[in-house]
Structure formats: C-alpha cells, structure tokens
C-alpha cells in the first residue's frame, strides 16, 4: 500500500522515519527477549516504542531510515541516535534518566522504560517533584551540555513513585571543552540554552505548583527571554506554514499508530 491509515488521517510514507516499514515486532536485548506492545510515535524524524519480556519492560527509538523522493536520509538518522545515545551516556548517573541499554541498528536506540506518564496541565504534583526536577537540570547543566526540550511540557515524565523523569535528549546541547565547548561563541550558546532551560523549568513550576516558587523565580518565569522572543518570531511562521501543508496534505506533525497484530 503507498498509503497508511491512523486516527482516520492519511499517511505518506515519505512522511515516516521508516516509510513503508514496520518497527521489530521481538527484540533481543543483553539476551532477553522482548515483544512489541505499542508504538507511542512515528513522525519524520524518528518511531518510538513500547517493548515488554520476562526482563520488563524497555524502549526502542528508531532514527530516520527511509528516503525522501529518492533522496537518501538516514544519515540524519544515524546522526540524531548517536548524538542522543551520548547525551544519555553523559546523564547516566543523574537520577531520573532512564538507564541506556545500547544501540539497535543503524539508527536506534534503547533505554529502560519509565513506569509512569507525561506531566499534564492538570496535574498537582508532591512537594518534592519540581525541587528535584531543579536538581536534575542543575547535574545536566553541570556537565555542560543543555537538556533544550523542557518547553515540551511531555517530555517531563511524572513517575509512578512521583519522581521526575527527563526522556528524549534529541535535540540536547553538548559540545565537550576539548572541542571547543568553552571558547566563545559555542560558551555562549550553551549558557543561553541552559537559561532557556531555567525559565521553562520555572515556568511549568508557577502552572502547576505555584504555592512553592520563590518570588524571584516566580518573577522570572513571566519574563520570557529575548533569545525565545525572536526565535518565535523567526520560527513561528514557518510551523504555521508547515502545519498548513501536512492539513493540505492530510496529514498531522506526527502520527501516532496502533500496535501491530
């Protein structure tokens, strides 16, 4: 079929990190034996999913495979999985990122998976959540690297213990000191990344626990940084255009399937 079907939109191939094919129905991990439960996204870039055996339960995250009209693409793929497999190697032994199992492929991807589900609007949580989330950036920040991705309220994970968890580090910022993280202008981006970081910390932290922030970061977290000014101003035209174009198309920014079988 040149066509899939989700959610009742039209899906092109093209449009998929793995076009026309399917993500591994069963996994074999450090000798474990895992079956494909759900896939929790497939877009351009990348498809995720949800892996269960004996040994429990784990993700696999495949990078861009497929070709665009001809036009060889995994390379972006290859690229994205390696930068991601390091940041996760760099975020080890910080509590709260999943553990790395290694790669999978050319292009993928898997870590343990999280026992809980994406922070919502309406969630409320515990006293110690947003402290320990703080904590987290501070022990990233502290590596050099940025984690970039926090204003994706779905990408902080509110465990079932009620702990924080931080996955996808796709688009996180590292660039080691031995090759030039620390000499300007890659210094300076680094510190405008993790600030960006501090002020979406803070600003989910006045949305959902309000009675906890402190009067300066509260403060802080109304006073959007000029860097994000202008890169909405830049990019916002273009994500409306984009979101046009999959609508003409028929499509949506990403789709989420079913399970296979």
Do not use: C
């Not at 991705?149 to 079932?160: A, C, S």
């Not at 931080?166 to 030039?180: E, T, V």
């Not at 990019?235 to 003409?248: E, G, H, K, N």
């Amino acid at each position: 079929m040149s066509e899939h079907r989700a959610e009742n939109q039209i899906i092109r191939p093209w449009l998929l990190a793995l076009g026309r094919e399917e993500l591994p129905r069963e996994l074999i991990i450090r000798g474990n034996i895992y079956l494909h439960v759900k896939t929790f996204k497939h877009d351009f870039f990348a498809a995720t999913a949800l892996y269960q055996g004996a040994a429990g339960k784990i993700v696999l995250k495949v990078g861009r495979m497929a070709p665009v009209f001809g036009l060889p693409m995994a390379w972006i793929g290859r690229l994205l999985s390696q930068h991601e497999i390091r940041m996760f190697e760099l975020t080890q032994s910080i509590a709260g990122v999943p553990e790395l199992l290694g790669s999978w492929g050319a292009t993928g991807l898997v870590h343990a998976y999280v026992e809980g589900r994406p922070l919502q609007k309406s969630d409320t949580p515990d006293d110690e959540f947003f402290p320990k989330l703080a904590l987290m950036l501070e022990a990233i920040h502290a590596r050099g690297a940025a984690y970039v991705d926090l204003e994706k309220r779905e990408n902080i994970l509110l465990g079932e213990d009620g702990q924080p968890h931080l996955i996808d580090f796709q688009i996180s910022w590292h660039l080691p000191a031995n090759r030039g993280g620390e000499i300007w202008p890659f210094r300076v981006m680094r510190d405008v990344l993790q600030a960006s970081d501090r002020y979406h910390l803070y600003k989910h932290w006045r949305r959902l626990r309000p009675d906890q922030l402190a009067v300066s970061a509260n403060r802080d977290s109304f006073e959007v940084p000029i860097w994000i000014r202008w890169h909405r101003m830049m990019f916002r035209p273009l994500t409306l255009l984009r979101r046009q174009i999959l609508v003409w198309l028929g499509v949506r920014d990403s789709i989420r399937v079913r399970s296979p079988g």
